[in-house]
């Protein structure tokens, strides 16, 4: 893996958007070549998709050729709930871009038949060619997309109830009313996005410190799913200072020294040369 | 149908300035994220606003005349006249107004009433009619204003004379009466409310509070022009004017009010007091005169020669009044400067103009000349509004409030000047 260590927050949402652009770039994506994105919700990847946004205003980046996929959706919720995962994408990113509406791929939570709903998901994902990059969070249990703990490491999209941490965590966005949290949802497994060619993970703040510590420092366990990771031949970790403070001094001297190396991933002109080393 | 989409402009939404773009389809306002996840297509035609402010279109509940024509005068060609006046308001950022008819004869209403018809604006026939607003001849000859006394009636029959006076309610939105004369509280306004659906509304009265209390009782909504034509506040008795604290009446009910903020008619710090104690119930009407929209000069309108001069319009030889002649657009920003005005002395320190104060007040004035006249008539969902699903008749205003364009049901109807053409803020190609 590569770890990637930034001074704060604002720092790693400037360091991963710039990846990200560079990514698509450096791919040249067109009408016959299109960049498949993974795409997280949640609070970490809100200053990313602002930098983001900026890169489009800008015209850095244009998501013309891009085809993105979520990771999940509360199932339940009507779509525009101002708590779905289709209302945080609409506001937080694809009003402000340039992608085309039927590129835009998210799992239905309202699906008469949620598990056709998955199971075409992931039909959807194959026919685009696989999915390049990505992108995600990880909760403080260590559970990425909606895989929480014990979750299958080969598992793929579909239907999970929620674990009772995550609906109290997530009552403040429902009035503090628990009995108005949606109780299960849709998402990819562990597996689906180990199938991407490559997956980048953020992690920031010292609540995430220990999960961090689990996912990288021990071994691969499904009680903290991200660490199904280890066995990914392209898996990028970008994280903030106060996301190390479990990790060992050792492990973090290690990764800083390499930082004059991972900083190439964001300013380099020669794109193909460096993706494959140092993972 | 195709889609437009207004972009690189600021808001007014959900009672505050946002930045976010405007789409319309089909002369209303869209939803956006409907259209990209259920419709999964793009805007048709983006327009690039030049980082302008977009406000709903002015709606105008009493105006008596404009651009040198007169509402209550009978004319062969009234249906003509309603039409240009319907048409050169949206130079005032109107897009829809009340043809309002002061106290006439019975001969007048005749001729009159069926003549003014509800008609839905258009880029080519103007601004909505949205009925009329009959204020009179129903009203107390103590605060009768400029009403003509041989035309003042009660109603000793209760609605019975309303009927034979005017004929037919038709195409009538709002009347305005003075509660106090006989009838009218226990009789004439239930059933102007409940069989006719009219708006009832109470001015060019002595009543008292009481009196006033209990024609909000009985139904009545709205306050014709507060303070002028009625009792002026009085701490023992505070008149109608002290229905905007009433404590007598169901919290569930907004009385509404018109003010004439045309600098003249209404002290700036009656402005603000009527705005502290009830923003909400606020309401701008021009209660305009046929000289409003006339250049600088003399006129002749019946049987007066009128003088327009720098704001004002006066019976040629004397200092007299004869009534607003200020645009809705400048009465917009009359009571914002009115709100301004009183921030200034407020603190000690001198106050530094931040990015929140660039913007103060501007909410609280346009919303009472959009969605609060549309509330009056029960229509705020549909005028007076950027929520989705509303008639897209809407405005762009520069950072002082000046009308720039006025679109109705989604098209231009008028602009400024050529930089405002919609064709030369067409993005021409979008990477």
Known sequence: MRLVITKDYDEMTEWSARYIKKRIIDFKPGPNHYFVL??????????????????????????????????????????????????????????????????????????????????????????????ELFVGGIGPDGHIAFNEPGSSLVSRTRVKTLAQD???????????????VPTSALTVGVGTVMDAREVLILIS??????????????????????????????????????????????????????????????????????????? | ??????????????????????????????????????????????????????????????????????FSS????NENILIDVARKLTSHGVTAFLPTIVSSSIDTYKILLPKYKRQVGSA?????ILGIHIEGPFLNEDKRGAHRTDFLRESPHGIEDLLSCYGSFDNVSIVTIAPEIPNMIENVIPILIEKYGLIVSIGHSMASLDIGERAICSGARFITHLFN??????????????????HRLPATIVIHYGLIVDGIHTHSAAVRLAHRVHPQGLVLVTDAVPALGLPDGIYRMGADEIVVEKKRATIAGTQTLCGSIASLAECVQNMRQALLDGEINKSNEKKIFDDKDKNKFIVESIEAATVHPASVLHIENQKGTLSFGADADFILLDDKLNVLSTFIAGEQAWTVNDKWLINNLHIKSYQ
Not at chain 1, 57 to 70: A, M, R
Not at chain 2, 41 to 64: F, K, M, T
Request: charged share 25%.
């Open chain 1, 38 to 131: 993974g795409l997280p919700t949640g609070s970490t990847p809100l200053g990313i998709y602002k930098k983001l946004v900026k890169f489009v205003k800008t015209k850095e980046l244009s998501f013309k050729y891009v085809i993105t996929f979520n990771m999940d959706e509360y199932v339940g919720l009507p779509r525009d709930h101002p708590e779905s995962y289709h209302s945080y994408m609409w506001n937080n990113f694809f009003k402000h871009i340039d992608i085309e509406p039927n590129n835009v791929h998210i799992l239905d939570g309202n699906a008469t038949d949620l598990v056709h709903e998955c199971n075409e998901f992931e039909r959807a994902i194959k026919e685009s060619g696989g999915i």
């Open chain 2, 229 to 246: 034509a009625m009792l002026p506040f009085h701490h023992r008795d505070p008149g109608l004017v002290g229905l905007l604290t009433s």
């Open chain 1, 166 to 180: 995550t609906i109290i965590a997530n009552a403040r966005f429902f009035d503090n009313d628990i009995t108005k």
């Open chain 2, 1 to 70: 149908m195709t889609i437009y989409r207004f972009r690189n402009c600021t808001l007014m939404r959900n009672h505050a300035l946002i930045i976010d773009d405007l789409w319309i389809r089909h002369g209303k306002i869209i939803d956006p994220e409907k259209i990209f996840f259920d419709e999964k297509i793009q805007a048709d035609i983006e327009y690039d606003c030049q980082g302008v402010l977009i406000a709903p279109g002015y709606i105008d509940l009493q105006i008596n005349g404009a651009f040198g024509h007169d």
């Open chain 1, 205 to 279: 703040g010292t609540s995430k410190a220990y999960a961090l510590h689990m996912a990288i420092e021990e071994g691969v366990n499904h009680m903290w799913t991200v660490s199904a990771f280890q066995n990914h031949s392209r898996f990028l970790c970008v994280c903030d200072e106060d996301a190390t403070m479990e990790l060992k001094v050792k492990t973090v001297r290690y990764f800083k020294g390499l930082m004059s190396v991972h900083s190439q991933l964001i300013n380099g002109n020669d794109h193909s040369s460096l993706l494959h080393t140092e993972n």
């Open chain 2, 124 to 128: 080519k026939d103007g601004a909505t």
């Open chain 2, 74 to 77: 009978p004319n062969e060609v």
